[in-house]
């Protein structure tokens, strides 16, 4: 369980983020279109896990645009983006940015992902939603960095993350 704040109020999430150095648990989300996506998926890819409660907030979607303007440096890596949006709101907002270079995927049918990656929020306003956190993997999806950022209103630190793929 993890010890975070909104807005300054005291919350906790379901568990903790995967330990660096184990392999990410299986998941599977929702895409845009609706098809659902599992992390063999992205088999030989690095991945940038980009978790927040929901694209509707300043915050989340500045880090969705800021990880989008980055995309394009590192190769062979995926940005994935993750809330329990619906995908029709996730593709509202990519498309209304023009923000092509992540992929954005949601938990909204089961919350499972967020169970199971230690991110579900336990209570207060945003109980059920995702905590803001970024996760990066390696090629074989062992997890090299991760970070539960400590209040929900606060960005992650975008540069720790993407150091990380190097």
Request: some cysteine; overall charge negative; proline content about 5%.
């Amino acid at each position: 369980m993890a010890n975070i704040t909104l807005g300054g109020n005291p919350t906790t999430t379901n568990g903790s983020l995967p330990e660096i150095g184990t392999k990410c648990p299986d998941f599977n989300l929702s895409a845009k279109d609706l098809s659902q996506v599992s992390l063999s998926d992205y088999a030989g890819k690095k991945l940038v896990l980009n978790i927040f409660p929901s694209v509707d907030t300043g915050v989340c979607s500045a880090s969705v645009r800021t990880f989008n303007k980055h995309a394009s440096a590192h190769p062979n890596t995926v940005i994935l983006c993750i809330s329990r949006d619906l995908p029709f709101a996730q593709a509202r907002f990519c498309a209304a940015d023009g923000l092509e270079d992540v992929v954005v995927l949601s938990d909204f049918k089961t919350g499972q992902f967020g169970r199971d990656y230690g991110v579900e929020i336990e209570s207060g306003a945003f109980a059920g939603l995702h905590a803001r956190a970024v996760i990066v993997t390696d090629a074989k999806h062992n997890v090299v960095y991760s970070e539960m950022v400590p209040e929900i209103g606060q960005a992650p630190d975008f540069d720790s993350a993407l150091m990380a793929l190097s």
